[in-house]
């Protein structure tokens, strides 16, 4: 499957730069910190889930299509992180924990809508994603032990989000925060604590910085002085 996921992505890329309008195109890499949490099915009373820091890193080709829409495509890798943890019957310390870890690659296509100045944008789109490797770790006081859950390796999330441009001459700086929220099933049975979770999903949130530069002539991506 992820064979399928880069000929489809290479498609897409060949799509847009075979297009006539080649001129409104602009490539680019980006970096990000993330936050994982689960969302759905917990055990009520025993615990909650807790976001942890990640980092996602990706390629970026965006097109406009005149100065107020565009498209965007940002193929990548993430490493996601979260845990779950319960706490003792005061609830003033964690007696027990479980820690996630998830390495996957991840092809966001997002629709932007520009701001007439050209600097602040809003995005909404769809990001499917694949699991390469899903960990969980529980940590208590006794002992740690490490284990495979079996989990769906295809995703597919929802997003939302906004950012803004700093012009660097042609190129530019690009500061986005993203909300994903998975909308299919995470889990076959992530067993935790004794309990099924069977309706687990993903929620995120992304902090992403990259660099563009665009090609060709490039009047949709001039920042404009609105008087």
Do not use: C
């Amino acid at each position: 499957m992820p064979h399928n996921v880069i000929k489809w992505t290479l498609l897409l890329l060949l799509a847009f730069v075979a297009t006539p309008q080649y001129a409104q195109i602009a490539l680019g890499v980006n970096a990000g910190i993330t936050s994982l949490k689960f969302s759905g099915d917990s055990p009520d009373g025993i615990g909650s889930f807790v976001s942890q820091p990640g980092f996602s890193s990706g390629l970026r080709f965006d097109y406009r299509f005149n100065d107020a829409l565009a498209v965007s495509m940002q193929p990548g890798f993430s490493y996601l992180r979260s845990k779950y943890v319960v706490l003792n019957d005061s609830g003033t310390s964690v007696i027990d924990s479980t820690y996630f870890t998830y390495n996957g690659i991840s092809v966001p296509l997002h629709a932007l809508a520009w701001s007439k100045n050209g600097r602040f944008y809003v995005l909404a789109g769809i990001e499917f994603s694949y699991i390469l490797k899903f960990e969980q770790e529980v940590a208590n006081s006794i002992s740690i032990s490490s284990t495979t859950p079996e989990v769906k390796l295809y995703n597919f999330s929802v997003q939302f989000g906004a950012g803004f441009i700093i012009p660097l001459g042609k190129p530019y700086l690009s500061f986005e925060i993203r909300y994903s929220q998975g909308f299919t099933d995470f889990n076959q049975f992530m067993g935790q604590l004794g309990t099924y979770l069977p309706r687990t999903k993903l929620t995120n949130i992304n902090y992403v910085v990259g660099i563009q530069v665009p090609l060709g002539n490039t009047d949709v991506y001039q920042v404009k002085k609105i008087r």
